[in-house]
């Protein structure tokens, strides 16, 4: 006679508890591990700020476009004023980290930040608004994820889709139309200029009407765009690539030319 398996003992709550926490948590990592690659192709459909703004009574105006339907003044206009080291770091701009820490440890009531425009869409696509430690530590995550999958490129395109740029206004387009009646593809260096001043507290310092803050600081980045604008790595991450048979065409028709 064969004799008969004992009998399986029943798992205790302890393990059982461990076992649904590992698979939840495996769960929750491939989903905005997915999440993050579908964005490197498709736009967020709403972000949490954005929702916000909408039942809050702020209103929620918004309008996705590509990067090339993008004027390549409103890129340069965003990172002379919020980030001119966005081509050359790794999502992190460190020497400015470690002064806005010396700043408010020495004055707490005034606050200095100095996040990159990867961390600003690292926060605004998959995140919430807060300066908590969990939401940080969040931050820096999301950050190095969107750095190596989605590159420089598609993350100025998302945050030029997504951040606020006034009361309810989210994106390059949403703001062109709502300041200056036009395609984000058709600003002026200006007007690029005028939106990306507004960027620090968009609430706060309106285009329009046009406050005295986004006055002045608008001449300052019309100068710093002078300075930065035949910056090679610069130029890399706001013009779009032609393809080499293009760019071959337009030797052969220049030395035709000549």
């Known amino acids: 006679m064969s004799k008969k398996k ?14 649904w926490t590992k698979r939840i948590v495996l769960f929750l990592f491939l989903s ?11 736009n967020p459909p709403i972000t949490i700020t954005q929702l916000s703004s909408w039942v809050s009574g702020d209103g929620l105006k918004r309008d996705y476009v590509g990067g090339d339907e993008l004027s390549l003044q409103m890129k340069l206009a965003v990172i002379a004023s919020e980030d001119q080291l966005f081509p050359d770091h790794g999502g992190f701009d460190w020497k400015s980290i470690n002064k806005a820490v010396t700043h408010n440890e020495k004055k707490p009531q005034r606050i200095r930040g100095a996040s990159t425009i990867s961390q600003q869409v690292a926060k605004n696509v998959f995140l919430w608004q807060g300066r908590s430690w969990i939401r940080k530590g969040l931050e820096m995550y999301f950050t ?14 998302v945050y030029l889709n997504v951040i606020e740029m006034g009361k309810g206004v989210y ?3 949403a703001a062109a139309q709502a300041y200056f009646k036009k395609p984000a593809a058709k ?8 939106i990306a001043a507004c960027l620090p507290n968009p609430k706060k310092y309106t285009v329009k009407p046009l406050s005295p803050y986004v006055a002045i600081k608008s ?19 706001i013009n779009k690539a032609r393809p080499e048979g293009a760019k071959q065409n337009n030797e052969q028709g220049t030395r035709k030319k000549e």
């Open 187 to 194: 600003l002026s260096r200006k007007e690029a200029a005028m």
């Open 219 to 237: 001449g300052w980045v019309q100068r710093q765009m002078d300075n930065l604008e035949g910056d090679e790595d610069i130029q890399a991450v």
């Open 32 to 42: 905005q591990l997915f999440y993050i690659i579908i964005l490197k192709w498709v």
């Open 144 to 157: 190095k994820m969107i750095e190596l999958i989605w590159g420089k490129k598609r993350i100025l395109e």
């Open 171 to 173: 994106g390059a387009e």
């Open 6 to 19: 004992p009998a399986a003992k029943p798992k205790s709550s302890g393990n059982r508890f461990w076992y």
